[in-house]
């Protein structure tokens, strides 16, 4: 049994937590809701008063936030607050590559290992505990986190360095981006030249269009029985978390020079679902959003004509 500082109890971090709790460890936990920690006990957790009484005996600190400044800011205070202790350090938020390598650089030169492991399969597989987890750090420290990990993820990868586990998310979840919106476009189109459905996703799912916004996650009601399309597009994966994702990787890309002019356009197209109130929906709701008759506001004049 470990003992565990798990900081950040929301949708993913509460049932992360939960799963390690089955597992027989001792998990304190904390907030800064009152109501996730309260949720966090009922699950067999101990709640504790601040990130930093979670710090004391813990062999892992396991942060699970909304964005890099949170974690900028959570580990400059416990790293000051460890004096001469020395757990493995987590951080499974989804942030931007270069503050993953700047908090890893500030737990290193302070004699911590730390991890970047950011999470794959969203809240289902955080309660089913078979998330992917991608990550980036030293090879030792990969090796002292993995058990942990798999307690609560089926796949966990080590993707390189300080900084890698971020980077193999963004880009990962640029592909899925693109390939939704690729996916949805397809099925606007079948609709508009009375394809039926059933036959589009009977040929793409076997043939050369396959991938997983088809086999998967269908964004049309019928094909595919668990996607969020038959539940009125509830998420799932939220469009504003997609947004999210995108949002990194043009930062990324900006940083390194890389080419994504599709990844760009992505990111507009799920900005500008966002500002039609869909931020909470599924992303895939893509699909009811440029079939309701967008056309005219997405296709720039001179690709129109
Ligand atoms: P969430 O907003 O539900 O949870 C974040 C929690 O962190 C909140 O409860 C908030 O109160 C807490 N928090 C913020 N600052 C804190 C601090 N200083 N100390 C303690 N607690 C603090 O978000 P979520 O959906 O659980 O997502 C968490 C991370 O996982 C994000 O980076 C997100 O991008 C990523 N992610 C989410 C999903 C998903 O489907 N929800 C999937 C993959 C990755």
């Given amino acids: 049994m470990a003992t565990v500082a798990f900081i950040g109890l929301g949708n993913m971090g509460r049932p992360m937590a939960a799963n390690l709790v089955k597992a027989g460890h001792d998990v304190a936990g904390f907030d800064l809701v009152p109501e996730a920690v309260a949720a966090h006990v009922a699950a067999g957790g101990r709640a504790v008063a601040s990130a930093e009484e979670a710090l004391r005996e813990a062999d892992f600190v396991i942060s699970m936030l909304p964005a890099g400044r949170h974690v900028r800011e959570l580990y400059a205070g416990l790293i000051a607050a460890l004096a001469g202790k020395t757990p493995l350090l987590i951080d499974s938020s989804t942030i931007d590559v270069q503050t993953a ?69 963004i880009c990962n979840n640029m592909i899925l981006g693109i390939s939704m919106i690729g996916v949805c476009e397809a099925f606007v189109l079948a609709d ?39 539940r009125d597009y509830a998420a799932g994966f939220a469009t ?53 008759g967008a056309r005219e506001r997405l296709v720039p004049e001179a690709e129109a004509t």
């Fill in 101 to 169: 390598r700047e908090v890893s650089a500030t737990a290193q030169a302070a004699g911590l290992e730390m991890l970047d492991a950011p999470v794959s399969g969203g809240v289902g597989g955080a309660a089913a505990g078979t998330l992917t987890f991608m990550v980036g750090g030293a090879a030792a420290a990969f090796a002292r986190g993995q058990p942990i990990l798999q307690q609560m993820g089926r796949n966990i990868v080590h993707a390189g360095a300080a900084g890698a586990g971020q980077a193999a998310k």
């Fill in 192 to 230: 508009r030249l009375g394809l039926d459905r059933q036959k589009l996703f009977e040929v793409s799912a076997t043939s050369s269009g396959q991938c997983w916004s088809v086999t998967s996650y269908c964004p049309v009601p019928g094909p595919v029985p668990a996607s969020p399309a038959n």
């Fill in 240 to 292: 504003g978390l997609m947004l999210k994702d995108l949002s990194l990787a043009q930062e990324a890309a900006a940083a390194t020079g890389a080419s994504t002019p599709l990844g760009a356009h992505a990111a507009r197209l799920y900005a500008a679902m966002a500002e039609a109130g869909l931020s909470a929906s599924d992303f895939s709701v893509a699909f009811r959003w440029l079939s309701s």
